[in-house]
């Protein structure tokens, strides 16, 4: 089975600090790791993903996250939080012939000026 | 490229009425997901079709709720009959085959209030 878990509801940072959103995996096999951000009022979009190629991974708007397997986390990070930065960000996890993507319980970030 | 498009965007509704979601996949894709989110819950997969088929419906809360895909091109999430507590943001999407490292593609959601 497969699970993901995100540290923290809500997180909130200052404009032009780290942002640090922390997600942790379960699973019996290799993963698929996903991060997905939610703006308000719209669906969820992809940001980025590992499929395992590189262990850091790049997205849209300048987030990156690093998948750790010793650690079973695929944390995200980007060096200096923008205004436009708040919305909901979901954790989610699949694996190789399995139809399901697991998501989070989500992480809301605050930027404040 | 339209991504995937669902109507209406809005909908609200008196308790006891039949409401009925419509959604258009993303051309191609043969992955079919319907999710619901709410404040409460967070977000939950009810349904998920490939291929025209439902796969798995464990997610359907109870009866009042059904689920159809006759074409590669649309699909209904129907509540016959609606309550207060159906009130959510349900929200289509799509991919190539489910699971792997395939993105899903969300729609922007159908918001329903159920008075």
């Known amino acids: 089975a497969q699970s993901v878990t995100q540290l923290g509801s809500h997180v909130s940072v200052s404009e032009g600090a780290l942002v640090l959103l922390r997600c942790n995996y379960s699973?019996?096999?290799?993963?698929?790791l996903f991060w997905y951000v939610q703006y308000p009022n719209q669906g969820l979009q992809l940001l980025l993903k590992y499929t395992s190629a590189a262990t850091l991974v790049k997205g849209i708007n300048g987030f990156e996250a690093e998948f750790k397997k010793s650690e079973t986390s695929f944390h995200l990070t980007k060096p200096s939080a923008h205004m436009s930065d708040a919305a909901e960000y979901f954790c989610?996890?699949?694996?190789?012939?399995?139809?399901?993507?697991?998501f989070g319980a989500g992480t809301r970030l605050f930027v404040k000026a | 490229d339209a991504g995937v498009i669902q109507s209406p965007r809005h909908e609200v509704t008196e308790m006891g009425q039949e409401v009925t979601l419509r959604c258009k996949p993303i051309s191609g894709h043969n992955s079919l997901f319907w999710y619901r989110q709410t404040m409460m819950r967070g977000l939950e997969l009810l349904i998920y079709?490939?291929?025209?088929?439902?796969?798995?419906d464990s997610g359907m809360p109870e009866d009042r709720f059904s689920a159809k895909m006759p074409n590669a091109s649309f699909s209904t999430l129907k509540i016959q009959p609606s309550e207060p507590r159906d009130s959510a943001v349900y929200f289509c999407?799509?991919?190539?085959?489910?699971?792997?490292?395939?993105?899903?593609?969300f729609g922007e959601g159908s918001w329903l209030t159920v008075v």
């Open positions: 079709f490939n291929n025209n088929v439902p796969i798995d």
């Open positions: 999407a799509s991919s190539l085959p489910g699971g792997s490292g395939n993105t899903i593609y």
């Open positions: 699973s019996s096999v290799p993963p698929y």
């Open positions: 989610a996890v699949s694996h190789t012939g399995g139809f399901k993507t697991i």
